[in-house]
């Protein structure tokens, strides 16, 4: 599982002319679920682990400028996009491959349990569509962007 991070100071996300996300202060967060993540026993687990990190990412300046605020700390919100592309394999040719990513019906269980997660610790959780072709904006806040990646992480269940 991978989660792309970016601080804001504002974002939305739009379908079909349509704003259907809008966010203040916070994080617009991109999920990539891939293949691995649900042929294992534990999706969900894995998926519980990462949103611990994500809520508890300590990026936004405390009164000394130093980075030790969460997104509760702050009142931030979140927008979370669902982003199969951050599984692209582009080691051959100029043609990404997205062979890694997981099926559409698996990721979208996962990605609505990572909202429902989410939703039940920050009062303020917006999302994309699964599935649509979306137009995100964005004002970054530094700019300031995390990778999250389970495997990284060590988050992965054996």
């Known amino acids: 599982m991978r989660f792309l991070v970016q601080r804001v100071k504002e974002a939305d996300v739009t379908v079909d002319n349509q704003v259907i996300g809008r966010i203040g202060q916070g994080f617009l967060a991109f999920v ?73 019906d698996a990721a ?11 939703r039940q610790e920050i009062p303020t959780v917006e999302s994309g569509s699964f599935g649509a072709h979306m137009n995100v904006s964005l004002v970054n806040d530094g700019p300031f962007t995390v990778i999250l990646d389970s495997n990284e992480l060590n988050l992965q269940m054996n």
């Open 108 to 118: 979208n269980r996962i990605y609505e349990y990572i909202l429902k997660k989410c």
């Open 32 to 104: 990539g679920i891939s293949a691995a993540d649900v042929e294992g026993p534990s999706p969900e687990k894995i998926a519980d682990k990462m949103v611990k990190k994500l809520l508890g990412l300590r990026i936004f300046s405390d009164e000394n400028g130093k980075t030790n605020l969460d997104l509760k700390s702050v009142g931030g919100q979140l927008l979370i996009i669902s982003q199969f592309t951050l599984y692209a394999d582009c080691r051959k040719g100029n043609r990404p491959s997205f062979v890694n990513a997981a099926p559409p």
